[in-house]
C-alpha cells in the first residue's frame, strides 16, 4: 500500500502523516512525501535561477524531514518527492506514477486560516483527487480511530469498490461504523437492505435523517456521538459540494478536531 502525503515541511502535513501511521502501523504501507513548488514562468534567466534555487532548497528540507521520520519511526518505508508545478497537477500526476492507494493532507499549513474548516489546498484536492482523501485539521487529536462516521445520501451509488478503504480501516482497527443517511423530507425510507456495500462481520449502526439541510444534520449527529473519523462520498451534484461550499453561518469549524476521508 503506497500512502502520499503532501508537505509544506509545516507541523500539519506531519500531522496527516501521524494520524496515516496510526491507521496503517500494522500493515505494510510505503509512505511518500511531497512538496510541489510554484515555480515561476520560464523565460528568463532570473527566473530560472530563482526556480533551481526553490527546487535546491526543497531538496534539503526533504532529505531532512526523511532522515527524522527514519529516526522517529524505525524499520518505516519511507520516501519523499519534490516537484515544481501546481498541487493538484503533482498530485494527480505522482498518484499514478507510484500508484497510490490514497493521499493525506493537513489542513493548516504555513498560510492557510486556521478559522477554517479546510485549507484551500485541501479544498481543491477534495474536488480534484483521483484516490481516496484523507483530510487531517491541525487540530486534530490523533487518539485510536475507535467510531467513523459515514454520511451519505446514497442517492447516486457509486461503485462498491468505492468503500473498499473505509472498510479496511474498519476490519483492521476493529471500528464500529455509524452509517448516517441523510435524505431529503418525502423520500424513500433507507433500510439495511439498501447500504450499497458488504456488511458481514462490520460493526456498524445505521441512522436515517430526513432533512432537507445536511450540514445540519450532520452536525446534529456529531454533536450527540463520539466520532474520530468523518467520511463521505464524491459524488457531482451530491451533498459533498453542499458541505464544502455552504454558508459560515453553520459553524462546521466547531467540529474542525475531526480528521476527514473523502471517497472517489
Known sequence: M??????DYSHNSLKAFSFLYKLYQASDADYVFLNVQNARHAGSMLSLDLNHELIHKSNVKMDELIKKVRADYPGIQVSGIVTAGTLID?????????????????TKGENTSSHKLIG???????????????VVPNEAD?????????????????????????????YQNNCHLDVLHVAKPNTKHFS???????????????????????????????????IDLITTVRSKGGFIHDLFHSSLTKKLSMHSEIPMLVLV
Open 192 to 226: 439495511e437492505k439498501d447500504i450499497p456495500f458488504n456488511t458481514e462481520s462490520l460493526k456498524y449502526t445505521l441512522t436515517e435523517r430526513n432533512d432537507a439541510d445536511v450540514e445540519y444534520a450532520i452536525m446534529g449527529f456529531l454533536e450527540n456521538n463520539d
Open 90 to 106: 503533482s498530485v494527480v500526476e505522482k498518484i499514478s506514477e507510484f500508484s497510490i492507494d490514497s493521499v493525506a493532507i493537513g
Open 2 to 7: 503506497k500512502l502520499l502525503i503532501p508537505t
Open 142 to 170: 490523533l487518539k485510536a480511530t475507535e467510531n467513523i462516521m459515514l454520511a451519505a445520501d446514497f442517492d447516486k451509488e457509486p461503485d462498491p469498490k468505492t468503500y473498499d478503504v473505509l472498510l479496511d480501516i474498519c
Open 120 to 134: 484551500s489546498s485541501a479544498l481543491e484536492l477534495i474536488g480534484y483527487c483521483t484516490k481516496p482523501l484523507f
